[in-house]
């Protein structure tokens, strides 16, 4: 570009889907907004009932349809409404991380955390660091992993 001016095509800026416990993560995402903290808006919240009811489909689905991070809040262990969602959640994210690892997907762009109700600043950091790193990563080039390898892991996940 002349005069060193930067093209705004070429600037990536990351798209996160963000699946939120509806009971802490979610409520301080919502004390965040209202209290007017500033965080980049490269994330699309949703809202579930429990960090628990996070499906690997779902992020896989995330990823297949645009997304370069997934974010999934939840209750801190023990403060589970459901009482055991966050354990759930906390297995399932493991060994989807593991599996999307060997896929050739960096194991960075998908979080898991736990950040109460009142911890507003908490996920105002967490949606920076998010954005932050998976801009260094760079957008996510699902055409590296192959459908076959795709397929697989889909039938892993329903076995």
């Known amino acids: ?31 965040a907004g209202s209290s007017r903290m500033k965080y980049p808006p490269n994330s699309c919240v949703i809202r579930l009932m429990c960090s628990g009811r996070v499906d690997p ?7 297949a349809h645009g997304a370069d991070g997934v974010l999934i809040g939840g209750c801190h262990p023990g403060d589970c409404h459901y009482r055991e969602g966050n354990y759930k959640a906390l297995r399932r994210f493991r060994l989807l991380r593991r599996m999307l690892v060997k896929m050739g997907i960096e194991e960075e762009r998908v979080r898991l955390e736990w950040i109460s109700a009142a ?41």
């Not at 489909?57 to 990823?63: G, K």
């Open 119 to 159: 911890e507003a600043d908490r996920v105002r950091d967490v949606i920076r660091e998010m954005v932050g790193k998976i801009r260094e990563l760079g957008p996510l080039k699902l055409d590296l992993v192959p459908k076959a390898e795709m397929t697989k892991a889909e039938e892993l996940i329903h076995a």
């Open 1 to 31: 570009m002349p005069n060193g001016q930067e093209d705004a095509t070429t600037v990536f800026e990351p798209r996160i889907v963000a699946f939120f416990c509806n009971w802490c993560t979610y409520l301080a995402s919502d004390l």
């Open 57 to 63: 489909q779902f992020i896989l689905n995330a990823f």
